[in-house]
Structure formats: structure tokens, C-alpha cells
């Protein structure tokens, strides 16, 4: 089985940084994007920002020059640098990445998620 592991949520005032980290593990053959996504109360799941394994980054209009997102290929995991935080960026955030697995000689493709972790911005 593959899990996700989500870390570095927490409380911060507004104009704060956090960082979140999120560790792949299980029997992947290899991961192509990582990502992140948030959920804010009564909101649709919203994309925040992918990377892929070449490094190539993604980011939704509303965090650009805010938020960075990198990866540890050799870790699996991947980071959101999260600067000039707002109160609008309170969500719960989750950790998505894609991944080939192999069973029996054949190699699947799945996409997995995280358990989310919450992010709290006071004004």
C-alpha cells in the first residue's frame, strides 16, 4: 500500500509562514507530479500548487509570489513553502501525488491522497 503523509499545519497569524511537507511511502516504482490542494469550509477542493519530477511547478493565481512548492525525488516528498499567509488561506490542505505501482508483473498508475492537514491564518 502507499500512504501519504501530510505535516506542518498549524495556527499562524496573519503575514506568517508555515511549511508543509508530505512523504510518500510504500512500493512505488516512481512518481511523476506532486502536489497540493485545499479545502476551506462550505468550498469546493481547489488545486494549490504541482511540481513534477523534473521540477517543473504549477500554481494557482491566488498564491503565486507566495507559496513554493518543491520536491525531494529521492525522498518522495514534497514541501509548500507558505509565506505572506492570509486568512482567505485558512483550509484544510491535502497532499495528492500520482504513482506506478507494480503487481504481478504489471505496473499500474494510481493517484493518491493525504489525510489533509489543517491551516489556520488569524487577522
Request: with cysteine; glycine share 12%; proline share 2%.
Amino acid at each position: 500500500q502507499v500512504q501519504l503523509v501530510e505535516s506542518g499545519g498549524g495556527l499562524v497569524q496573519a503575514g506568517g509562514s508555515l511549511r508543509l511537507s508530505c512523504a510518500a511511502s510504500g512500493s512505488i516504482l516512481s512518481i511523476n507530479y506532486m502536489g497540493w490542494y485545499r479545502q476551506a469550509p462550505g468550498k469546493q477542493r481547489e488545486l494549490v500548487a504541482t511540481i513534477t519530477s523534473g521540477g517543473s511547478a504549477n500554481y494557482a493565481d491566488s498564491v503565486k509570489g507566495r507559496f513554493t512548492i518543491s520536491r525531494d525525488n529521492a525522498k518522495n516528498t514534497v514541501y509548500l513553502q507558505m509565506n505572506s499567509l492570509k486568512p482567505e488561506d485558512t483550509a484544510v490542505y491535502y497532499c495528492n501525488s500520482d504513482g506506478v505501482r507494480r503487481i504481478d508483473y504489471s505496473d499500474y498508475l494510481e493517484v493518491y491522497w493525504g489525510q489533509g492537514t489543517q491551516v489556520t491564518v488569524s487577522s
